[in-house]
Structure formats: structure tokens, C-alpha cells
């Protein structure tokens, strides 16, 4: 939670704590003081009440008390003249309207006079009490409250004797109505749903205040109030209406000398309903009060915490935090001390940031750990993908520019090995014409100190350096410092890495080592091309030679075969006689004369057919061959007996199928076979098979002697040119090596392949196969 969070929450919860509280506290005392002024208005309502019914009451005696004593209505009750007091009485009653009626009794109790209802005269009411207390103690005297009979009202009657002298003449009796008191009262109690009654001593009714809107019933008995009134007490209460269950607040006040009670009573939701709109009210502010402390304390918050949040996000560009002096609170206070100390903390921080961006330039973390070996093995991948050398330096030149966290110049010098002068090659950030002016061909200094001392170079400034010797080139591309690295591979010297600096700088040994290792792995890679290059310049070379070799005996072979051609047609004209008769010396000698040339002959037909295999100049020219006629035909041209003691055996089937190939060259390839076998074997066999193999779909020829044999080491070389096991000037058989490498090419030549299985002084078997092709058309004709 943030701070501000907490702050705002924290003066929320105090203000709703203390606001809410202060309403509680508000609520209850209102309601209580409200309880108060009820009860005590009720009281003064029931205490005004309970003295005007006094009064009232009171009035009405002195009335009657005057009544007999003053006016001619006492000389006439006196005189029992009953007609003029009948009169009189009616006189009185319209004075006096409080009063119901009113009559006169004589000493018996009997109604003599009334008026109202004179119809009632002449009945005995002497078993009222009213009368008999009047009669006993010859005083005035209030009955209890009791229903007129005459109008079914409630009355008090109010007896006062008539005197002459001791003795009573009679007795006056007023009915006073008692519904005037309603009147009274309802004058006092006329707030809201305030209600204010009178019962008598019995607890019944006698008058209320507010009509018949009070819905009283008459027996008030079962009201707890009623019942503290009857006993004859006067107080406050709060009770339950037992009717309608309704919770009143009432004050009652006793009459003592009438024995009634006056009650006060008004609803408690009535006197409540105040308090409980102000409780409303209140609730209404706390809310308010709450809302506007979490607005309040959010606001103040983030003044206090908005300082302490810029601390944690300073900005960009100005990582220190100001207080401003806009508000004109504390924090303004803390400028004229705080902000002179953020400017020089931001002055500690630029000389900070500059110290590390310096630092990082010269140290940058390239020179370390991974980001080192990362750089080395990039690297060493881009100079090794390829083995050109152009390509080798251009590649190392690019890489040291874009690792390095300043700009440069590099260079590459390779020593030549025959001159033994630094030869300039490739440049980076450099016109690389000027680089190598002829002038400066082999070095402007300190190249060459680097050269001869085969250490790490560093100038921290060219141009004091004295070794230095054309100062102006490094003036025009503005280069100051120098690192040179010898490119030592296998403890040569190669050539010379230089990189140079646009501004003084002294190359720390972090950066002499790393580009060390660099020129370590660039040394490997130059030697590589290098190599290669010698080799493919010697490749070339060995061509040409043997281009050369080839021309040479073709050109050779022609000017020997010609005038040899002619030494064997003449020798063998004079061995046949043409030019006169020759004795048999002479036959003898031009016979070793013509064999002689005969061989020399096949010798350098073979150089001349070899030489034009090598040039691919020899065209397979495939036609459908008869094999069978093909091998009668081949044997026919070894019909001649030979001069050993030799068996030359021919082994193949009647019928071989006809295949496509180039019978020249097929025939050419048997014949060298058969002819070294029968050069190699002094007695024995000499066999020729041929057998169609329809499984592997080709033709096998086998060569099969019981000669000298050919020793296993030298299996894999009788193939290859001028290779002969016995190549020694002693060798007993004649050759140059030529007819196994003619039978390989011509095989190949044909699609087919050739083998050999020999045991040494048991015979040798070479095997050629050719690929069986069936030919198309059926008219095959064979083309020898
Ligand atoms: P050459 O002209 O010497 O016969 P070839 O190429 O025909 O040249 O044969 C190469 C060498 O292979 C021979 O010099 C010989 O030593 C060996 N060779 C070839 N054929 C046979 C064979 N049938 N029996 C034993 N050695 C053989």
C-alpha cells in the first residue's frame, strides 16, 4: 500500500472516528434533552391543565356558594315560594351556562324547583350523597363525576345549602358541565399529537383535549399512568398504551381536593422524530465528512509524498530532484537549503556519469570475461569461413572496427617471404591508394619497428614519436595513437596489425592483450589462405606441366613413329628379299631388327593413346556388338604359334547375347590383357572367358595366366601410368608401363570396371566387366 494510501486512509478513519462520535454523541444527548423538554412540557401542560380545572371547578362553587346568599333565589327558597324561584333558577341558569341544570330541594330530598326538566319537580332525590353531605355538614359540597340524567352528559353537582339562620331551607344543586373542560384543556395541549386528559378518582374520563381525534375510552383504569395519578401522585413517566401498544411520554398531575388526575401524554416516535431527522442529518455529514477527509487526506498525501515519489523517478535527462518553491508550505521552506545541495549532488553525478563513460570507453567489458570470448570465437568463425586471403583481412579489419568503442584506422601488412618487405594489403577508414604509395612501400616506421622487434607496439602520439617517419599521411586522416601487432604463426613472422586512434590515447594492457589474441587468430587465418593459395598456384602449375608433358610426347611420339615406320617397312622389304638375296645372318639380324622396332613401335602408340585418354580426346563410339563374333574374331589374331612353351585357351559360350558398346576399345582392352599374360608366362595356360551375367545385367572377360604373379602391395598401383612392379633397368620383360593404365581408362570409358586377383608364382586372373545394354534394333551388325 502506498504511502499516500495509508496517509488519506489514516485521516479518513480518524475524521469518520471523531465526526461519527461527535453525531452519536449529538444523536443520544438530543434525544435525551428532547425526552427532557417533553416530560417537563408535558408536566406544565398537565400542571396548567390540572389548575384550570381547578379554577374552573372552583368558579363554578363560589358560583353556587354566592347563589343562595346574594339574590332574591335564597329569599325564595327561604319562602318556598317555588314558582319564583323555578324563575330565578332560570335566570341563574342563563347567567351561568357553565351549568347544566340547576334545581332546588327542600330539607326532604324532594326537587321543588329545576330547570332545566321541570317535569323532574316533586322526586325524592334524597338518597344522593351530594344532598346528604350538603344536609350533614350545611356546607357546599362537589359530588363525584356522574351522567346527567337529562342529557346523558358528564356533570359535577355542586350542592350548597340554603341557610335561614341555622336551619336549612333546602338545598341548591348545580350540575356543572364538565365539557367546558375539554375546551380548557384542549387550549393547553394543542401540540402535535399531544394529548392532555382528566380522570376522576375512579379512573374514568372526564375530559381530553383534542376531540374525538383522541379516541380515549372512557375506564382509563388500565393505563399505568392513570393507575400512579389514582394513587394519589403526581411525576413524569414513559409507558406502553395498553391498547394500541403505542410508547407515550407523559407528565400526571393530581387535583387533590378533587381526587382526579390531569395526564400529559405525547408519542415517543412524535418526540423522537426530531432527533432521529437530526440523527439523519448527522449520519448524512459523517458520510460528507468521510468522503471529504479521503479527498482531503489524499491531496494532502501526495503534497507531502509527491516530493518523495520525484525522488523515484527523476527527470529525464536531470537525475536530481528540486524542491519547488510554488506552494507555500514546509516544503517550500526546504528549498533555500535543499536545492543548493541537489545542484551539487547534480554536479557529482555528471562528473560521476563522465568518469564511467570515460571508464566504459577505455574499458569498455568487451576486454572481459564472456563478452570476450563471445567477441574472440565471432571472430575467429568469420575469418576461418573463408580461405581467401582478400577476404580473410577484410573481414578481420571489419570486426576489429566494429568491436572496438572508438573510431580507427587498421591496416594489414604481410611480409614477403622472398623480398622479405612488409608488403601493405588491406586497409580499413583509410584511401588506400595513398596507403600504398610505392614511396612507402615497405613501411612508415613503426610497422617496421613492430616487424623487427615481433612485440606489441603502443604510441600514444604519433607525432612525437621520432620512429615515425612520414608524419604527413597521419596528419591528413588526422590518426595520433598507434597500437601495432606482429601476425606470428608458428614463430614466423607474417606481417603486421596496426590500428590507429584519432586522439591521444595510451592502448591499455586490457586492449593490447585482446587485440594480441585477435592478431594470433588472424595470423592462423592468413597462414591458412596463405597455404592455400601456394597450393592452388602449384595446382595450376602442375597442370600446366603436365600440359606441357603431354604436348611434348604426342608431339614426340609423332616424329619417332614415322621414321620408325619407315626402319620396319624397309627392314622388312630387304628381310623379305625384294632387294636382292640376303643370307640367313642377315634374315636373322633384320628379324631382331624388326622386332626391336615392332615393340618400340607398340611402345609409343601406347604413350600416344595414353596421351590422348589424358587430353579426352578418345570418343566411345557404341554400336550393337555380337559377342560371340566379337571374341572368334579376337581370336583369330592369335592364331600365330608362339615361341613358348604356352596353351592359350579361349572359354566362352556358343551363345553370348548381343550388347552396345564400343568394340574398338573392348578389343583393345582384352588384347593388353591377354598380351601381358602371355609377356609374363614362360610355360603354362593363358585363358580368355566370357560370361554373360544376367543377375548383375553385364558381360565378364577374364584374363586368366599361371605367370609370375603380382605381389599384393603392388595391386593398387599396376593401374596407374608408367607403373611397373619391376621398373628396374635389369627388368626381363619389356613395356613402359602404359597397358594396365590404357585398360583402366578404356574400361571407365565403357561404364564397366576392372579387377585383379593374383598370387605371387602362381598366376594372376584380371577381370573386366562391361554393362549388359540390350540393343534395339534386331539387324545387328558388328563393326571390328
Ligand atoms: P608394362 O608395359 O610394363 O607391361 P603394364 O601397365 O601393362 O605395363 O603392366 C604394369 C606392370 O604390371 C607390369 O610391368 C608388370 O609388372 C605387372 N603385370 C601386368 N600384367 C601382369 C601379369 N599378367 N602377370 C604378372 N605381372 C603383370
Known sequence: MSLATKLSLGIALLVTVSVGSVSLLAFTVSRRSLREQVLSANLTAATLAARAVEQYIADAANIMREAPGQSKLGQEVRRENWPEASKLLEDFLRNFTQFDSVFVRDPQGIIRARVPH????????????????????????????????????????????????????????????LGRISQLISMIGREDRSVVYVVDGEGLLIAHSGGARAGLPEDMKARPIVQAVMAGKSGTMEFREPDRGESLLGAYVLIPRLGWGVVATKPIWVVYAAANR??????????????????????????????????????????????????????????????????????????LEREITESKQTEEPIWHGLERVKALHEIDLAITSTLDLRTVLDVLLGKIDSLLPYPVSTTVRLRNRDTGELEPISCLNLNEAVWKEPEWKSGRGLTNVVAETRIPLVVENIYTDPRVRDREFFRRYNLVSYLGLPLMAKRELLGVLSIYRKEEHRFTHEEVEFLSTIAGQAAIAIQNSQLYEETKKQAVELEKSN???????????????TPLNVVIGYAGMIKDGMFGEINPEQEEGLGKVLKQANDQLTTINSILYATQLEARAIIVDRHPVTLTDFLNHLRSDYDAPLDKELTLNWDYPSELPPVITDSAKLKQILKN?????????????????????PQASSVEFKVTDTAIGIPKESLSVIFEKFHQVDSSETRSYG????????????TELLGGDVGVESELGKGSTFAVTIPYEKPVSQDISEKN
Open 118 to 177: 321541570a317535569e323532574a319537580v316533586g322526586e325524592d332525590f334524597s338518597f344522593w350523597d351530594f344532598f346528604r353531605e350538603a344536609m350533614r355538614t350545611g356546607r357546599l359540597h362537589i359530588s363525584g363525576v356522574h351522567v346527567s340524567k337529562a342529557d346523558r352528559r358528564s356533570v359535577v353537582s355542586i350542592s350548597v345549602p340554603v341557610l335561614d339562620g341555622d336551619n336549612i331551607k333546602g338545598v341548591l344543586v348545580g350540575a356543572l358541565s
Open 735 to 746: 613395356g613402359v608401363g602404359l597397358g594396365l593404365y590404357i585398360v583402366k581408362q578404356l
Open 547 to 561: 600440359k606441357v608433358k603431354s604436348e611434348f610426347l604426342s608431339v614426340m611420339s609423332h616424329e619417332l613413329r
Open 673 to 693: 590383357l591377354i598380351d601381358n599374360a602371355i609377356k609374363f608366362t614362360e610355360r603354362g595356360n593363358v585363358t580368355l572367358s566370357a560370361q554373360y551375367l
Open 278 to 351: 437530526l440523527g439523519r442529518w448527522l449520519l448524512w455529514m459523517a458520510l460528507g465528512c468521510t468522503a471529504a477527509a479521503v479527498l482531503f487526506g489524499w491531496g494532502l498525501a501526495r503534497t507531502w509524498t509527491g516530493p518523495l515519489l520525484r525522488f523515484s523517478e527523476p527527470a529525464a535527462g536531470d537525475p536530481v530532484i528540486r524542491v519547488t518553491a510554488e506552494s507555500r508550505d514546509e516544503q517550500a521552506v526546504l528549498a533555500p537549503s535543499f536545492n543548493p545541495m541537489a545542484e551539487h549532488l547534480q554536479d557529482s553525478y555528471r562528473d
